[in-house]
């Protein structure tokens, strides 16, 4: 069996160096640039308003949908903020270097106008089922939207996203999590992978179950909670290492553009797997083009299309630039990029290292431990939402049951598969799913701009 795991790595990992991270370089950039100029950087110019918009300013009772502007936010942050920003932050800093955190942000920019575009799109396309429940996302506005330009290849890229965001949900949303929760939880308290994982499989099939308002509801109570103790230990050890904030930007800046040379216990990284490991740990991060949150913003109440892409356009905003920028900087103050420990090792060491100096470094492994677990958790949670909408497209309601049961027995594989196997599994089916949407997007250029033209430029954006 191992044998037989190492082969597979072997062969996911062929792809992923030579076909999928070169594709998402030439599409996912490009692509999140184009429509920032496009639309005159609408994601910036209107920041205030989608602010404005998730505090419930235009609310109204009627307006059709399953959950609020604020829900929809927290169920798309919540299957966004997890492993990625603890355990993908500190893998892209050990395979690339200080400066894939550059690119990082540059992937987060852009995301946040590739998330304008495509959670619009999800709204102008959803579709209201018999029950008024709400289904939407990229397979929808593929099938729907490009039915005109493609004809009946239109329903066949719907099919192929939406298996592969059933894959997906099986990696990125679900194997990566169990596996860095069962890391912790190991390396902390020495609990066994094999216990974890059946008690977090159990836990998932028991929530997954309620539908995306109960999502919704633990979400919207765990996404806030999860964030103020890790925020705030996070920020405490960039305070008491203030003296090298400066040093730390100029070693991300510096090395964004010329790779990392050899140091410590860093084997070093040439610029090409710099750019590419923080291209790729920011889309994990963000899922920004990747057609994931077009499927929790679709339930939105709102009558506007745009209204709800400009509050999914915070999302990259307040992930990547700023919750993974709180990682990176803690990792790289402290030194504990250069220790040669990766995944969740390295920020249990920045952490220890940080709270050192006033004699608090025992309690780093407990709060890394909570965030993760809390991170993670509500990922998953959120994620089965997303891969049963995809196989209810696929086979109907009679498919969404027996998906969670394939989605519990897969929180397991995850927690006790190898790290590698498992991080090797999540980018390449990222790549099944944001290749095809990206080209949906850039195919539906029209449709979203006749939206911002309908929207700002008339009083809708008002009312």
Request: overall charge positive; aromatic content about 14%.
């Amino acid at each position: 069996m191992t044998d037989f795991l190492d082969q597979l790595n072997h062969v996911i990992t062929l792809y992923n160096d030579y076909v999928g991270g070169y594709l998402l370089l030439a599409l996912l950039l490009p692509t999140g640039i184009f429509f920032a100029f496009k639309l005159r950087f609408l994601h910036i110019r209107k920041f205030r308003h989608a602010l404005s918009v998730v505090a419930g300013k235009y609310s109204k009772k009627g307006d059709e949908g399953d959950i609020n502007h604020f829900k929809a936010l927290t169920t798309a942050l919540s299957a966004t903020v997890g492993t990625g920003n603890i355990v993908g932050v500190a893998l892209a800093i050990y395979l690339g270097g200080p400066g894939a955190i550059f690119w990082m942000w540059i992937t987060g920019f852009f995301g946040m106008m590739l998330k304008l575009v495509e959670c619009t799109l999800a709204l102008k396309y959803r579709k209201f089922n018999s029950d008024g429940t709400v289904s939407g996302g990229p397979m929808y506005y593929m099938e729907y939207g490009l039915k005109d330009k493609l004809g009946k290849h239109a329903k066949t890229l719907a099919v192929i996203f939406a298996a592969a965001a059933v894959l997906c949900s099986l990696g990125t949303g679900n194997m990566a999590q169990s596996n860095s929760m069962t890391d912790v939880l190991y390396t902390s308290y020495g609990t066994p992978h094999i216990w974890t994982g059946l008690i977090i499989a159990a836990l998932v099939l028991l929530i997954v179950v309620g539908g995306l308002k109960r999502i919704a509801e633990v979400t919207s109570r765990l996404v806030p909670f999860m964030a103020v103790v890790y925020f705030l230990a996070a920020i405490l050890v960039i305070i008491l290492n203030f003296d090298k904030i400066g040093s730390s930007f100029y070693l991300i800046f510096h090395d964004a553009f010329t790779g990392t040379a050899a140091t410590g216990g860093f084997v070093g990284s040439a610029f090409i797997l710099t750019l590419t490991m923080g291209v790729r740990r920011g889309l994990f991060s963000n899922e920004a083009g990747q057609g994931s949150a077009p499927m929790a913003h679709a339930a939105a109440k709102t009558p506007y299309p745009l209204r709800e892409g400009m509050v999914a356009s915070l999302e990259p905003f307040i992930d990547t630039i700023f919750i993974c920028t709180l990682t990176a900087m803690v990792i790289i103050m402290t030194g504990a990029w250069e220790s040669g420990v990766a995944g969740v090792g390295m920020t249990v060491i920045a952490f220890e290292a940080g709270l050192a100096k006033i004699n608090l470094g025992y309690l780093a492994p407990h709060i890394i431990a909570m965030g993760l677990l809390l991170f993670a958790f509500s990922t998953i949670i959120s994620w089965s939402y997303y891969g049963s909408r995809a196989a209810n497209y696929l086979f109907g309601e009679k498919a969404i049951k027996p998906y969670y049961y394939l989605y519990a027995l897969f929180v397991f594989f995850g927690a006790i598969w190898g790290l590698d196997l498992v991080w090797s599994f999540v980018d390449m089916v990222i790549t099944f799913m944001t290749i095809p949407n990206l080209i949906a997007i850039l195919l539906l250029t029209p449709v979203i701009q006749k939206e911002v033209r309908d929207y700002f430029g008339t009083d809708q954006w008002k009312s």
